[in-house]
């Protein structure tokens, strides 16, 4: 997979104790990379990242601690970093919004400090989210030269990130100089909304479906209009790992920022997906919670993604119907066998991208 570009590479994967870590971590693992992983603790009980038991060098440090994250990239220097690490719940930024900026915003600032003193570093892959767009509740979807904004904290951080991103690569980064003053390229990822297996956070509808269904207890949905661009976590790390083996090319017309996220049509609304998990686990049920204390979450977001099919030839591989049943297939093959399919998923992702002839799965 992608021309054998990770393997013996140098990584450094910030967050990879988190959702969308761990499994990026298990793919850079399969094809051999040289992993560290820099992070806090695993935020859940059980986590996937644990489940995997991949062995891989881990170092457990906040991002928000320049001497450590420094410390960490003097002692591993590594030659590509993603950069995911991040308080990444909505509903929990409107409860702590300061450790929210201070992790996405000041953590940013340190991983990038860090990546720029220690001059091993070629490539920067900046994951930052689809929620740092000024969000007008448009029905198309936001391209990369939109606004950007965010009205609660988490997205207002993400749009922060983003502009930390952009001017680290316009001040310290520049492709224009690239070969002449610096050796690195800097580009950010903003993805949908994430599922599959393994993921047990809070206030987020897979996990909490999983867990009323596991429970047995009725799960309250906020609002089943809720619109966002539902994907497999599979799909935008695929988009990262594309993105970051044109970085370490040296292809500075990369070092932009770049969206990834489902196929036109693909967008589900919250009651589609209730609806359908509730098909194939008949043990499941909900009931409609919706309170007019609630904190103010967006309603309609979709992302463009043209840019990334044109220039990155990167496409989606599972639609959403397969996304679901993988999921769900995921959790019940945990929860009634304690088997975990994650390997699994991603053979199966693989295979289906070879038959699909997309780029980073030719051999």
């Known amino acids: 997979m992608f021309d054998n570009t990770y393997k013996d590479r140098k990584v450094l994967i910030t967050g990879h104790t988190g959702f969308k870590g761990s499994w990026l971590t298990l793919w850079l693992s399969q094809m ?28 457990i440090g906040d991002v928000r601690d320049m001497d450590q994250v420094k410390q960490v990239f003097q002692e591993q220097r590594p030659e590509i970093v993603f950069h995911l690490a991040a308080q990444a719940i909505v509903r929990r930024s409107y409860k702590d919004p300061v450790e929210t900026l201070t992790s996405n915003v000041l953590g940013t600032v340190n991983v990038l400090e860090a990546a720029r003193s220690i001059g091993t570093v070629r490539a920067i892959v900046n ?32 749009g922060w990130a983003e502009i930390v991103t952009s001017c680290w690569r316009d001040s310290f980064f520049n492709p224009k100089y690239y070969g002449k003053t610096h050796q690195t390229l800097l580009a950010s990822a903003r993805a949908g909304n994430v599922i599959g297996g393994g993921d047990w956070a809070p206030d987020r509808l897979i996990p909490d479906i999983m867990r009323a269904v596991h429970q047995q207890k009725k799960l309250k949905i906020r609002n089943p209009q809720a619109t966002r661009p539902w994907q497999h976590v599979l799909e935008p790390l695929s988009g990262y790992l594309l993105l970051g083996q044109q970085l370490l090319r040296g292809q500075k017309e990369f070092a932009e920022s770049w969206n990834f996220g489902p196929s036109e049509g693909e967008n589900i609304a919250v009651g589609e997906i209730v609806d359908h998990v509730k098909k194939a686990w008949q043990e499941f049920d909900y009931e409609i919670n919706q309170t007019p204390d609630q904190p ?21 591989v599972w639609g959403g119907k397969d996304t679901l049943a993988k999921t769900a297939k995921w959790y019940r093959a945990f929860y009634e066998s304690s088997e975990v399919q994650s390997m699994d998923n991603l053979k199966s992702y693989f295979a289906d991208a070879k038959r699909k002839h997309l780029i980073w799965a030719e051999e």
């Open 32 to 59: 051999g990379a040289e992993i560290t992983g820099y992070s806090l603790q695993p935020p859940t009980e059980p986590n996937h990242f644990q489940l995997l038991d991949m062995g891989i060098d881990s170092v």
């Open 127 to 158: 994951v930052t989210s689809d929620k740092c767009y000024k969000n007008r509740e448009w029905p198309w979807g936001y391209r990369e030269i939109d606004a950007l904004g965010g009205y609660d904290p988490y997205s207002a951080s993400k």
């Open 296 to 316: 103010h979450e967006a309603g309609m977001l979709r992302l463009d993604c043209s840019k990334a099919r044109a220039k990155l030839n990167w496409s989606p």
